[in-house]
């Protein structure tokens, strides 16, 4: 997903209450994001046709394809945290 701090203006002479406010909000926007994208990727790959409830097997399958993206999610952060402290 695309870092919406490269669009930000630079941080000299502005108020730092307005900063944490902006970095909130992209932090807000970037888990939207993802979230929107989980919903997607799980809905296309569980999901046959829509009925008024889940069936076992498709509650199984949408469970099961959360954790397997939030751990790769998880997965790719801790790394992408390692090269960036030089380990």
Partial sequence: MA?????LPSAEGVD????SFI?????????QGQVHKLTDL???????K???KLDSRT?????NCVE???DTSLTIANRFQKILQGN
């Avoid at 870092?3 to 669009?7: G, L, N, P, T």
């Avoid at 970095?23 to 888990?31: C, D, L, P, S």
């Fill in 16 to 19: 730092p209450e307005l900063q």
């Fill in 59 to 63: 509650e199984t399958c949408m469970s």
């Fill in 50 to 52: 829509p009925r008024d």
């Fill in 68 to 70: 397997r993206f939030i």
């Fill in 3 to 7: 870092s919406f701090d490269s669009k």
């Fill in 42 to 48: 799980c809905w296309e790959q569980c999901v046959d």
């Fill in 23 to 31: 970095q909130m909000e992209t932090q807000r926007a970037q888990f």
